[in-house]
Structure formats: C-alpha cells, structure tokens
Nanobody, 123 residues
C-alpha cells in the first residue's frame, strides 16, 4: 500500500525552527516530485514548497521564501522541510504529497497524500 507519513510537527515559539519529514512506504520516492502543503483553520489548503525528482528544481510560496528549505534524501526515501524563523501565521496542518516528476504547486497535480502533521507557532 502506498503511504506517505509526515512527522516533526509540534509547538514552537515565534522565531524558532522545525524540520518536517515525509517518509514513503510501499513505493520509492525517487520517481516522484514531492510537494508540501498546509491548511490553517478556516482556510483553504495552500502550496508551500515542492521539489523535483532529482532535487534540482525547487519552488516556494512567497510567504516562506528565505525561511523554508525543501530537500530530499532518496537513499532514505524521505523528503524534508526545514522551517526557520517561524511566525504565528505559519500555524497549520502540513501535508506532503507525491506526483509526477515536475515540481508544481498545484494541489490537483498530486496523487498521494499523507495524513498531515500539526505545526503551531505561539508564545
């Protein structure tokens, strides 16, 4: 069974950091582009970042540019999202998803989704 599992969420103070992980089971992430999305209460799910199969192409939402970094370790079948300088507005459930080979930020392009991990930024 194809499955994505996010981890690494939690409660952090403003200005702090977290690293989210997206691990795959039942399939090899090497063949998929991976996207990170988030959904805050009462808001639509939005794209945060994505990375191509090789890792050579990445993209970020304007709201996280310069603060978040996406990377992948295909040997570990895992993609990471390093989040620095966190702000209260980053509070959301973060999801990873797998699709095709190209890095795109469109929700509809993604076939497989994880269950999400909660990130709360608060003092």
């Amino acid at each position: 069974q194809l499955q994505l599992v996010e981890s690494g969420g939690g409660l952090v103070q403003p200005g702090g950091s977290l690293r989210l992980s997206c691990a795959a089971s039942g399939f090899t992430l090497d063949y998929y582009a991976i996207g990170w999305f988030r959904q805050a209460p009462g808001k639509e799910r939005e794209g945060v970042s994505c990375i191509s199969t090789s890792g050579g192409s990445t993209n970020y939402a304007d709201s996280v540019k310069g603060r978040f970094t996406i990377s992948r370790d295909n040997a570990k079948n895992t993609v990471y999202l390093q989040m620095n300088s966190l702000k209260p507005e980053d509070t959301a459930v973060y999801y990873c998803a797998a699709a095709g080979t190209m890095c795109v930020m469109a929700i509809g392009a993604y076939d497989y989704w994880g269950q999400g991990t909660q990130v709360t930024v608060s003092s």
